[in-house]
Structure formats: structure tokens, C-alpha cells
């Protein structure tokens, strides 16, 4: 656990964050080995192929935060020094003012007391903070950058994405859940849909499946006993 009022923003996201980070690896991953860069003064942060500068991958980047080891605290960036007052972030804050978190509205908030404050405590903590960004934004996906002496920063991406559809989603799903667990299926399910602008409607008054629809086609998804998803089923559109 890293930031409690945080993680359950997170969780929400979870699955819509995971299958839009999947698409974002993929298409840094296309570019072979590379290195990515921040232009704070231009708000980009750029993906460049090593063997062939010209091949590059460019999103509009927002700060939303650093996390840093030698503070042990989590800045956000409507207060940081190179942040934007008026930016993305703002959001957070608004829905924390609304809502009473108190760790969206503080300027700098402390490690809780138990946190290791190590390299890999920082890094899902990063996660945790661009899971909840996105919940509540609606925008992905994240990148979590190492930007030196252990801290990192959270950037929301306005990338060249492809948007996400259910026929994209249901080829993607099988390889990302098997590399997750998700505290609330049902939830992600429902946010998976709310955040990628698909319609969904419940198969029963139980919510023992949920069918999810867009352009590209329709998926049911199945819940076992404990709520977790047993299955997922698909009719696909044909594209012409």
C-alpha cells in the first residue's frame, strides 16, 4: 500500500489504465531500443529510437507529480516549481476539495510513516498516483519517469493512441489480466467502460455479467462466485 485515499482511485481505473499502458508499451516497444525525453518548456515528452534518431514517438506531456526519496513526500504539480498552477493536476485538487481527500489538496504530502521510501515503494506509489490521475482526468495514459536521485515524475500523456475499442480491448484483455489482480472486477469493468466511452448494460439484477459496446463490436463479461472475471465473450464487427 503506498497512499491510501489514493489506492482506491487507482483500483477503479485499474483495468482501463492497464490496457491503455499496454498500448503505450507496444508502440515505445516498436521503436526498438530508445530513450525518452522531457521538454518541460514544450510540455512534450519524446520516445527515440537509439540506432535511428528520426524515428521518434512525441506525446504532450502534463506533470502531475514528482515523488521524491530525499523529502519522502509526493509533490503535486500545481505547487511544484516546474509544474503548471492552472494545469491537469488542478483536477485532482478539485475533486479532492469536493470530496474531502486531503491528500489531493495538500501542496506536499509526507511518505505515510510505515512507507520504506526505497526505489520500488516510489515507483508504485507512481503508479498509484497515474491510476488515480486517469480516474480522474479521463485521460492516459501515465508515464512514470525516473528523473534522477531516486525520484520520479507522473506525467499524463496525450499520445498518438489509437482510441480504445472493445475489438482492440478483447484481444488485448487475455494477456493483461493474467498479469493483474483486480480488487473489484465489477468496478473495473463498469470504469473500463465509463473511460473508454462505451455503453454497458448488466446481464441480471445479480451483475453476474456485464455486456459492453461500441462501433467495433460487443463483449460479455462473466463473474464467478467471488466476483472475479471467469470469462469473456465476443462478437466482433466486421471491418471494411
Do not use: C, K
Amino acid at each position: 500500500m503506498t497512499y491510501a485515499a489514493l489506492q482506491p482511485l487507482a483500483d477503479r481505473a485499474a483495468l482501463f489504465v492497464a490496457l491503455r499502458q499496454d498500448a503505450l508499451s507496444a508502440a515505445a516497444d516498436a521503436l526498438g531500443e530508445h530513450r525518452w525525453d522531457a521538454d518541460m518548456a514544450q510540455g512534450t515528452l519524446t520516445f527515440t529510437a537509439n540506432d535511428d534518431p528520426s524515428r521518434q514517438f512525441v506525446t504532450r506531456a502534463h506533470l502531475i507529480a514528482t515523488i521524491a526519496p530525499g523529502p519522502r513526500s509526493l509533490l503535486w504539480a500545481w505547487a511544484h516549481p516546474s509544474g503548471d498552477p492552472q494545469g491537469i493536476a488542478t483536477q485532482l485538487h478539485t475533486y479532492g476539495t469536493t470530496h474531502g481527500i486531503t491528500e489531493l489538496t495538500t501542496p506536499e504530502v509526507p511518505f505515510p510513516a510505515e512507507a520504506s521510501g526505497d526505489d520500488e515503494w516510489i515507483a508504485q506509489a507512481a503508479h498509484t498516483v497515474g491510476g488515480a490521475a486517469v480516474e480522474l482526468t479521463g485521460r492516459s495514459p501515465y508515464y512514470s519517469a525516473p528523473v534522477g536521485n531516486g525520484t520520479r515524475a507522473v506525467f499524463l500523456l496525450d499520445a498518438p493512441l489509437a482510441p480504445l475499442t472493445v475489438a482492440v480491448a478483447v484481444v488485448a484483455l487475455p494477456r493483461v489480466l493474467s498479469g493483474m489482480e483486480l480488487s473489484d472486477a465489477r468496478t473495473a469493468v463498469w470504469d473500463l467502460a465509463r473511460l473508454a466511452g462505451w455503453t454497458l448494460t448488466w446481464t441480471d439484477e445479480s451483475f453476474s455479467g456485464a455486456i459492453v459496446t461500441d462501433a467495433s463490436g460487443t463483449a460479455t463479461f462473466r463473474f464467478d462466485e467471488q466476483a472475479r472475471i471467469s470469462g469473456i465473450e465476443s462478437t466482433l464487427t466486421a471491418q471494411g
